[in-house]
């Protein structure tokens, strides 16, 4: 369906038909949709703008990625399907590695996906090979297995869009974890090092830039970001979008 550019919600759709896509083409799984409709429905509420908090929080999440080690981006299905140029890109200007990591885990799925990134130009895609694998402790999900040269040796860990348990456990293993999540209430987005509250397709392109700015300056390596407070303010920023919206 080809959606015209003046459409109020133009830009929803078309990350919808990416998702539907990235579906059709073996990237995403079912539950990524429903995770997806999760995620429209904050965006919706946001006003499917990228929030002054979330700025904020991209300035930080860019500062951590550079100064980090070892950074790795943890990619999904929907990651996949959602910004494959983005994620290529977001390596190449931080040195991040880039790992696929699900969830609900196929080799099958893994493969299709690490094409679809090397398609966008990705060099190398680690979480493929079994000869490399890893456990995270205290994580029950297939999400525990990881790449022995990625996320097991990583210092700072990208993990967009997942709520679940796996943030609590690689911080306990040391980690340093930025997510993007449209809910600042999930258990990744309130656990996590640095949340991105914001369409992970917006946000993305917003860290590369920053990332580039960023890369140009001194990097200040003292400067302190509270989560807590950055996803406090995005959640009152939500409720007076709400209240405006129910007086409309
Ligand atoms: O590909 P797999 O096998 O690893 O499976 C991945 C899914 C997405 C199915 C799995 O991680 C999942 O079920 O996710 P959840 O638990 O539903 O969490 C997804 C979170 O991402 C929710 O908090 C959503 O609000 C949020 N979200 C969804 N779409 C976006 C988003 N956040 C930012 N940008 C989006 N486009």
Request: charged share 30%; with cysteine.
């Amino acid at each position: 369906m080809l959606i015209p550019r003046s459409h109020p919600r133009a830009a929803s759709l078309h990350i919808r038909e990416k998702l539907v896509r990235g579906y059709r083409e073996g990237l995403v799984v079912e539950e990524g949709l429903l995770a997806h409709g999760r995620g429209e429905m904050f965006d919706y509420i946001i006003g499917e703008k990228t929030l002054k908090t979330s700025h904020e929080a991209i300035k930080a999440a860019s500062r951590m990625l550079l100064l980090a080690k070892r950074p790795v981006i943890s990619v999904n299905g929907n990651l996949a399907a959602l910004c494959p140029k983005e994620i290529v890109l977001l390596a190449k200007v931080t040195g991040a590695k880039i790992e696929v990591n699900l969830f609900y885990a196929s080799k099958k799925r893994k493969n299709a996906i690490a094409l679809e990134l090397k398609k966008n130009g990705a060099k190398e895609v680690l979480g493929l090979d079994a000869k490399f694998s890893q456990k995270i402790p205290n994580l029950d999900s297939k999400r525990r297995v990881v790449d022995e040269r990625g996320i097991f040796i990583a210092d700072v860990v990208l993990v967009p869009l997942e709520d679940g348990d796996r943030t609590a456990a690689l911080k306990k293993f040391g980690k340093k974890v930025i997510t993007f999540d449209l809910n600042p209430m999930s258990r990744t987005a309130q656990t996590a090092d640095i949340t991105i509250v914001d369409n992970v397709t917006r946000g993305m392109q917003i860290l590369i830039l920053v990332c580039k700015n960023m890369k140009k300056s001194r990097l200040d390596k003292n400067s302190k970001f509270d989560n807590k407070k950055n996803l406090s303010q995005s959640i009152l920023a939500i409720k007076n979008n709400l209240g405006r919206m129910a007086h409309a």
